[in-house]
């Protein structure tokens, strides 16, 4: 098995980044192409908690090592199973996903928390961090040193798509951050013409 971690500080609100993640397989994440749809499976709010539980499953063009495709076998789309519950008490956002695409060769569980950063926040300033943890195995018999090729090659795919997603969820908080301060001096606007 090999493990992916990353911490990382967003210079946007918790609000902000708990908004833009809806938003972070649009048109203005040039990150996301490779994404070809997003459905939502279910989507409920527990009474008790206001916990919202959504499941998605987001369809992807296949993005694995040529080699590993012409070894394996496989289509040109792959298949992630994901949860998601956001807590706007606790302010708390976690997402774990799973492949379903290869899910008896290679297993790659991640799960993604994102909270505000109440050390390095300060009023009018907030911040947001993101914990970005993931294990990835291959479960395929056999040699051993295929085994962890299969891992190494995945987990170095892994943090390069992660890395591309933080820029796409970056570009998206700027451009949402841009739309909405430009909405509200619109609104200014038209209240001052009235």
Same mark, same amino acid.
């Given at each position: 098995m090999k493990v992916y971690s990353y911490n990382c500080t967003f210079e946007y609100s918790w609000e902000e980044v708990s908004t833009a993640n809806w938003r972070k397989y649009c048109p203005w994440n040039q990150s996301s192409g490779h994404v070809i749809?997003?459905?939502? %499976?279910s989507r409920s709010v527990d009474p008790s908690t206001g916990i919202l539980r959504t499941e998605r499953l987001i369809t992807c063009a296949q993005t694995a090592p040529a080699w590993v495709v012409?070894?394996?076998?496989?289509?040109?789309?792959?298949?992630?199973? @994901?949860?998601s519950?956001?807590?706007?008490?606790?302010?708390n956002v976690t997402m774990?996903?799973?492949? /379903?695409t290869w899910s008896k060769i290679l297993s790659v569980r991640e799960t993604v928390v994102y909270t505000p950063d109440t050390n390095s926040s300060t009023p009018g300033h907030e911040r947001t961090q993101l914990k970005?943890?993931? @294990?990835?195995? $291959? %479960?395929?018999?056999? *040699?051993?040193?295929?085994? $962890?090729? *299969? @891992? @190494?090659?995945? /987990?170095?795919r892994f943090g390069q798509n992660a890395q591309r997603g933080r820029e796409g969820l970056e570009a998206v908080l700027e451009m949402s951050r841009r739309a909405f301060r430009e909405e509200k001096l619109q609104q200014r606007t038209l209240g001052m013409a009235s």
């Open positions: 749809s997003v459905d939502t %499976l012409a070894l394996l076998g496989g289509s040109t789309t792959s298949h992630v199973y @994901e949860t519950y956001v807590s706007p008490i606790t302010k774990c996903s799973t492949n /379903l970005q943890h993931a @294990e990835i195995t $291959a %479960l395929c018999g056999g *040699i051993k040193k295929v085994k $962890a090729k *299969i @891992e @190494e090659a995945s /987990l170095e």
